[in-house]
């Protein structure tokens, strides 16, 4: 009875609601559909390319913003009368509108100046101009989405951001290791998946999708997942993330990861643990180090996070 | 034999009427014979690294305009980071810079100074009193007025 009544209240589908109850319990649905409702905290990241932290936050203060640390840095909560994207610091590239998680999960993909980094699903480069910035503009990044339309945003995010090492190419991902030749030393793969995490932001989200979205999205990770892994080095740092809270797109992928490949999971600080099992299905213990996030706990999208290190190199 | 689209970009900035005009023209050109100042699709590229990955991508480096319809020359809001440097500037406050990144024009009232005295009809480089650039505007002095040529708020108003 329950999952019907929550799915009318909420106006989700059953099937939903009886996939939240699972991960969440009852009382713990509640406060997540409650928070979906509300909806989340707006997050901006400072864009250290264009200039100094403490003199853009000090303009956007000065407009009447409020900003608040995160344990991201550079990136802060924002609350003001006006959205900051009408800002001229955002016309600017000075900051880039972007979820906490979203951000973390270029944070912790740990770049280093110079390094050669593949952001697989780029598009529209909240995640590309956040590792340009961390990498100091320096190195260099081949940033490859699929879909024209959005790689145009991709390239005027760039623009604005005043990225200089990074290449765009409009691929599918699935096909770059019959490509390219040499390996990288970081992989981002940010997944397409069925977008369950933000419903919050967008609405439509919550009718949109039928059961075996789930699956079909899963298969298409794996060959993600795969083709990543085999681009990286010897050593070489994978971060999986998705904006995504079903577990068939997430420990599901990771369960195919650790059993295909050879990689470790490295455990990161912020965040809930993965998850064991889920509707009958358990996953190796090692997958409780990815990290999931939830509104109603961090306050983010619903979210998903996995640093893997590859520690034997695939030859292609 | 010099590509019908830096010919297109010539057109344009001589149409800025800018005192370093030259300069500016020397600059393009060098970075042409470089092979640093590329046509890729129909954007102008300038090249901040060179990669293997150049080959099949489809941008790199600063966007300074695309070529459009009859081979015309569409600037882009980066390219004042590109030219910025060889324009005057006119500093502007806050709300004239605002309203100059919604496709408006500047009133001289709100202009705190130039960089250096333009002359009438010469494009300039419109700053905020940090410094910041805005975009590219027309000085015309009997109107009293910068027309926008250029500027940052493009970023919205075209939906990028
Ligand atoms: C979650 S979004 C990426 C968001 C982006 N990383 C950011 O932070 O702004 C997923 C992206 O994957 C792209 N995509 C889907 N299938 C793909 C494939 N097979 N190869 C490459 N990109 C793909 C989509 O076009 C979409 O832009």
């Known amino acids: 009875m329950l999952p019907k009544t929550l799915a009318r209240k909420y106006g989700l589908r059953e099937f939903m609601v009886k996939r939240y109850i699972e991960i969440f319990g009852v009382k713990g649905t509640k406060e997540f559909l409650d928070k979906v409702e509300k909806g989340i905290s707006s997050y901006v990241r400072v864009n250290t390319i264009r200039g100094r932290e403490e003199e853009i936050t000090y303009r956007l203060m000065e407009k009447g913003f409020d900003l608040k640390d995160t344990f991201v840095p550079h990136v802060y909560s924002i609350k003001g009368d006006f959205s900051p994207s009408s800002s001229l610091e955002y016309l600017r590239g000075e900051i880039f509108l972007q979820d906490l998680s979203s951000a973390y999960a270029s944070f912790s993909l740990g770049v280093k100046e110079g390094e050669r980094v593949l952001d697989m699903c780029s598009a529209p480069g909240a995640k590309t101009t956040h590792i340009a910035q961390l990498m100091r503009n320096k190195g260099e990044i081949l940033a490859v989405d699929s879909s024209k339309t959005r790689v145009l945003s991709l390239i005027y995010n760039l623009a604005r951001c005043g990225v200089r090492n990074c290449y765009v190419w409009i691929e599918d991902s699935r096909k770059l290791p019959s490509m390219i030749k040499s390996k990288f030393d970081r992989v981002l793969l940010d997944a397409p998946c069925t977008g369950e995490g933000v419903i919050s932001k967008d609405r439509s989200r919550k009718l949109s999708r039928v059961e075996k979205d789930y699956s079909i999205m899963s298969s298409i990770q794996k060959e993600l997942i795969s083709s990543g892994l085999s681009l990286l080095k010897e050593g070489g740092i994978l971060v999986y993330s998705t904006c995504s809270i079903s577990p068939e797109e997430n420990e599901e992928v990771i369960s195919y990861a650790l059993e295909k490949f050879q990689v470790e999971i490295i455990p990161l600080e912020f965040g809930e643990r993965g998850l064991k099992s889920f509707m009958g299905r358990k996953y190796p213990r090692e997958v409780t180090k990815c990290r999931r996030f939830y509104p109603h706990v961090h306050d983010t999208y619903g979210f998903f996070l996995a640093k893997l290190r590859l520690v034997k190199e695939v030859k292609t | ?160």
């Open chain 2, 1 to 160: 034999m010099t590509p019908s689209w830096f010919k297109s970009l010539k057109r344009w900035v001589e149409n800025l009427n800018s005192e370093y005009e030259d300069e500016i023209m020397k600059f393009m050109k060098w970075c042409l014979d470089s092979e640093i100042l590329i046509k890729k699709e129909n954007l102008i590229l300038l090249l901040t690294s060179r990669s293997s990955f150049l080959n099949r991508s489809v941008f790199s480096g600063i966007p300074l305009g695309e070529i459009g319809s009859r081979e015309r020359f569409i600037p882009h809001p980066e390219i004042s980071s590109v030219i910025g440097p060889f324009l005057k500037k006119a500093y502007s406050s806050e709300k004239g810079a605002v309203l100059f990144t919604y496709g408006r024009d500047l009133f001289i009232e709100s202009v705190l100074g130039y960089s250096e005295m333009p002359r009438d009809e010469e494009c300039l480089l419109i700053c905020d009193a940090y410094g910041r650039d805005f975009g590219i505007g027309r000085y015309k002095r009997g109107e009293r007025i910068i027309v926008n040529l250029l500027d940052r708020g493009l970023y919205l108003r075209k939906g990028y």
